[in-house]
């Protein structure tokens, strides 16, 4: 099958999941045996991800394994964290970053579906807030991906769905530290850091507690870039600390990606998005931050 073969199977299939929304948890049915040289083609585009066009095929490839074996956890996980790096690190157009979230999402939920005891709870009505019990470490990754794509998509459609969706999004990444803290280079205190430093006040926004969380996902995966973009445009933001959002933006600029195999194609990326934030500085800071950081 062909990638845009692939891209126009998912595009029925979400289509009949939800179009705009994010579908039921369901998983594709059927079942099957994981092809051995299928997987390991699938693993060697993955592992090129820092090629956009590399990753689409990596992407197709793992949806292809899930089709042939919807109760692959790992399959389905790859699949979501692609459409996530797919829409976070290579997509500009809104709409289309919409889209592609929504496209992550879905495959989230069919990789969470893989877990019939969330499944059927959710499907029955319960918010999925009040599930999140029944889910076990081996659903990490299912759940990590499907949060991330889902508080993005959230953001990018608006207020509404933020407002809507924030819920699920923090049970969610509620359980992923409850199970496995140090999932993705440190994934729930980044989060975490990130989120009280842009709340709102009347919500609950705590600069302290997110300095202490950024603290410790920095302190336990230092190599991993995002965490100091993500720190630099929230966190010094909000502080309006020139100094904290010069140093994270120097330090993510000047690493030697190549330094972390493993994280280079993100890590390269989080270069393009920290070159971003820096244009952006002359209007992230007040007069007054900016006179005091001497200038």
């Not at 197709?60 to 109760?71: F, H, V, W």
């Not at 794509?149 to 049970?171: E, F, M, N, P, Q």
């Not at 972390?260 to 393009?272: A, S």
Request: charged fraction near 25%; aromatic fraction near 10%; proline fraction near 3%.
């Amino acid at each position: 099958m062909s990638f845009r073969s692939a891209l126009i199977l998912s595009a029925l299939t979400l289509a009949a999941c939800g179009g705009k929304n994010p579908g039921a948890y369901e998983t594709l049915g059927g079942a099957g045996a994981t092809d051995a040289a299928a997987r390991k083609e699938a693993d060697d585009l993955w592992g090129q991800r820092g090629d956009v066009n590399k990753l689409k095929e990596a992407i197709a490839a793992y949806e292809r394994l899930a089709e042939a074996n919807p109760s692959d956890r790992e399959v389905h996980a790859k699949a979501t964290r692609g459409w996530y790096f797919l829409a976070d690190a290579w997509t500009d157009d809104p709409d289309q970053q919409i889209e592609t979230y929504l496209k992550a999402i879905e495959w989230g939920k069919r990789c969470m579906a893989i877990n019939e005891a969330f499944a059927s709870k959710v499907n029955s009505g319960t918010k999925e807030r009040d599930a999140v019990d029944v889910l076990t470490k081996d659903d990490v990754p299912c759940v990590y991906w499907t949060a991330s794509s889902l508080g993005k998509w959230a953001k990018a459609s608006g207020i509404a769905k933020s407002i809507k969706h924030l819920g699920t999004v923090k049970a969610y990444v509620g359980r992923v530290e409850e199970l496995d803290p140090n999932y993705f280079y440190h994934a729930p205190a980044r989060y975490w850091g990130a989120y009280y430093s842009v709340i709102p006040g009347f919500a609950g926004r705590d600069l302290e507690k997110s300095a202490s969380y950024f603290e410790d996902t920095l302190s336990g995966s230092p190599s991993y870039l995002g965490s100091y973009v993500l720190r630099a445009e929230n966190l010094a933001v909000g502080l309006q600390d020139v100094a904290m959002f010069d140093r994270d933006l120097k330090l993510v600029l000047e690493f030697d990606v190549s330094s972390v195999p493993d994280l280079e194609p993100e890590n390269t990326r989080e270069q393009v998005k920290a070159r971003k934030v820096l244009d952006q500085r002359a209007e992230l800071f007040d007069k007054k931050a900016l006179q005091a950081a001497g200038e």
